[in-house]
């Protein structure tokens, strides 16, 4: 559960800053060359991978769980299941934002503003944060159920 205040803190401090650069100098996310290549349908892709691997990953963890509690003849993974498909959930969620973020930045009203652009890319840099947040995570749980060899 410390690891969850962690990876929070982590992130409202990146918006913070985010935030901070949008507002004071927002070039600097704004007119940045890689970024304007980046934060486009390439940033979804980016997102639909690490999402496609943390579903697999999230498969793979029920399965054991199952093979788990048929062997010990009991269900004691209930709440565990429940925070894994709640990471399931929470993957779909930071790509629908992805993809509605960008989409709301390509309105013409937004146009020629480099505030708004700015704050566009922050948010969508933090929404591939938290994609990324959430695949550590769920790599965590695979290694501590993965046997040693």
Known sequence: MKKVYLYLVLLVVTAGVMLAVSVCEPAILAKNAFLVGFINHEILGIMAVIMTISIASIATIHIWFNELEAK??????????????????????????????????????FEGSDVATSIFNGISLLLLLGSVITLWDIMGVVKALTPDD
């Open 72 to 109: 010990h003849e009991k269900r004691v993974f209930g709440s565990a299941r429940r925070e894994i498909n709640q990471a399931a959930f929470s993957f779909i969620t930071l790509f629908v934002a992805q993809l509605v973020c960008l989409f709301v930045r390509s309105f013409p009203i």
